[in-house]
């Protein structure tokens, strides 16, 4: 195990009906910008609960925060919390509106020439604006972590960002949300969730056995679970295990003292700014093809995953590691999830190229060696067309 | 799942030569009181470590502090803090150390009559003063929870006192300490983790899947580790997976959203109270009997560990159950602690109705359902003879 250091002091609080307690986590006096997304929020009753929730508040409303936070959109956001005096940030939404939240946290106290800087410099925010959360959507984990991603179409830039002052002081996790979610964002959601463990686990062996089973638990966890979402959102006890397993896939726990891969993200990421996909089936075309590039390098761990987590009980190291791979891709076809590039677009001729061309201009190697260059991404990509 | 709220904030440093860290956690101008209990910390290089660490600082020490640790000897201690207007705790110790640190951090905020209020009326501390820990001996968790036992020699009584204000504001977990623990202490502190996570878990079942398998999988690494751990403490792997399993194993996460027991612990607290037996053979004492007596409430998940944990892969649902009480029972043993009362003292008669009598004055009902009657545990008890 590599020494670490974990600190998550995000307050969570989980279940059924609980948005009204919001009330007694933001402080008395606190002028209030409350962010949200699309507006679906306002048909499905969130909007309600967190307005009656807020009454005794000073609040201002940012709605239409987009999936894939949009830099342009955040700096309209950041001049009312200027104009206004805004004190706490509320986030009401899914992984984007929260990540768009934790930028405004960092940027409204931001010192420097443009809050562009924070994503371009990798500023660690050390003390934002505080904020809370009310998950709307289970998927990325940014309720109960410090890292965000946004967005910038003009330069089509997707960028993390991140520090220890930017944990929500708390997040209100009612896995009743889940019941108004469409089909396509449950999926993707489980997906996202599957690939961050996925990306914390898939690497070479450290015997970290503690992190290993609780990365086996959240994937077999999931996998138990979406079936049974997917037919019925409105069934509570899957929906609160699925909500959980999203939040423990990416709040720092089972990274701790071993290492990261994230290459999967890396490359899934271009996809998106190119070509606009979800995030998560950007995930699922790539990471197949990313385990069988890199094959010997992940063998072992990727065998040890398909007996713990998909019972491959026979053959060799090798088929039970590349049985492995195929459950995986599997799994992700019978959520819905096309796992090939060539099903979202016909353009994709040059995007292998494009995207090694800009991990070579970043100067970027991936992987938990950091040993993946521009070229092997660009053979990973081919093989996901 | 049951509804929850969760909040740990303490910082976990983890690994290899980490003790030096503890300069950087310490607000500059604090007062420290650095406690410490029989002095094996000057044998083992750790308390030269940690005053080195501290070279900086006014540092007032104040060693002694015994196994269950004792009402009279804080009270000593918290004069010292008056007195010398201390500012910063610092535990460098096992979890005796650390419950009686965040006694005193209790104690020295509390503005109440006498300080025995906070543990018999259940005074829940809010604010203590802050304090870090350096971990010497895995077993309790108490480095990353908010709770605390002490002992009163004087009326033999054992009592439990917390609030959200006790966590540590840090704890330092180096895994080469254990090389100079008694392999008496090592499997002591592998037995009373184990039991932490059987008390989470040995409920009746509530399908909250994550937690379950979590719980799973503390229990799986400490029986993989446990006899790497004792044959050779400086196997840095198997210590590393040692002591983070004990700290996951009572930080609070796998608790939240499921039933607790606890009754193992109820009685066991007894048996040490009135014959001083150490903490964690008072639980193997009493765990088998406990689930044996309980087999009707609690077979299904009995069964679901036999399982998971130990592979019991034939027979009914009461033969897995019942064989996986044996399981335990003979892993208790294998480490080399003894399963009955009688292997400890030939005074045990008497103790069940004892016990029995304590529980009836203090009007207790014990387990997941409150549901076990002060003559429920004279029975077990009596089983544990």
């Given amino acids: 195990m590599n020494n670490f250091e974990f600190k998550n002091p995000t307050k969570i609080i989980f279940g059924k009906d609980t948005i009204k307690k919001i009330e007694s986590e933001i402080p008395a006096n606190a002028k209030v910008l409350m962010l949200y997304g699309g507006g679906s929020i306002k048909k499905n009753g969130i909007y309600d609960q967190v307005t009656?929730?807020?009454?005794?508040?000073?609040?201002i409303e940012f709605g239409g925060i987009p999936a894939n936070p949009e830099y342009d959109t955040l700096m309209k956001a950041l001049k009312v919390i200027k104009d206004e005096n805004i004190s706490y940030l509320l986030a009401v939404g899914g992984g984007s509106v929260i990540d768009g939240t934790k930028f405004l946290s960092a940027a409204a106290v931001y010192e420097g020439d443009t809050p562009w800087d924070i994503l371009t410099?990798?500023?660690?925010?050390?003390?934002?604006?505080?904020?809370?959360?009310?998950?709307?959507?289970?998927a990325t984990g940014s309720e109960m972590n410090s890292g965000a991603v946004i967005t910038?179409?003009?330069?089509?830039?997707?960028?993390?960002?991140?520090?220890?002052g930017l944990f929500p002081e708390f997040s209100v996790l009612d896995p009743q949300v889940i019941t108004s979610i469409p089909e396509r964002q449950l999926v993707n959601g489980i997906t996202d969730a599957f690939t961050h463990?996925?990306?914390?686990?898939?690497?070479?062996?450290?015997?970290?056995?503690?992190?290993?089973?609780?990365?086996?638990?959240?994937?077999?966890?999931?996998i138990e679970v979406a079936p049974k979402v997917i037919k019925d959102p409105t069934d509570y006890k899957p929906a609160a295990d699925f909500m959980w397993s999203c939040t423990m896939a990416l709040n720092g726990l089972i990274q701790k003292g071993v290492p990261g891969d994230w290459a999967v993200h890396m490359m899934g990421h271009e996809l998106t700014a190119l070509f606009g996909i979800d995030h998560a089936r950007t995930l699922a075309i790539v990471a197949p093809s990313h385990y069988k590039y890199n094959f010997e390098a992940k063998k072992e761990k990727l065998a040890q995953y398909g007996e713990r987590v998909w019972n491959i009980t026979e053959g060799s190291v090798d088929d039970k590691a590349y049985a492995a791979i195929e459950k995986t891709e599997a799994f992700f076809q019978e959520l819905g999830i096309d796992t090939k590039?060539?099903?979202?677009?016909?353009?994709?001729?040059?995007?292998?190229e494009e995207i090694a061309k800009r991990f070579t201009e970043r100067g970027w190697k991936l992987g938990e060696r950091q040993a993946l260059m521009p070229e092997d991404a660009e053979k990973i990509v081919k093989m996901a067309y």
């Fill in 52 to 59: 009656k929730a807020l009454s005794n508040f000073d609040v």
């Fill in 121 to 138: 410099k990798k500023v660690r925010t050390q003390k934002g604006m505080p904020f809370g959360t009310v998950l709307t959507l289970p």
């Fill in 152 to 164: 910038r179409a003009e330069t089509k830039e997707k960028l993390a960002m991140g520090g220890p």
């Fill in 197 to 222: 463990v996925l990306e914390q686990y898939m690497t070479y062996p450290i015997e970290a056995s503690l992190q290993d089973r609780f990365a086996e638990s959240i994937m077999q966890t999931l």
């Fill in 341 to 352: 590039l060539s099903d979202y677009t016909k353009e994709y001729e040059g995007t292998a």
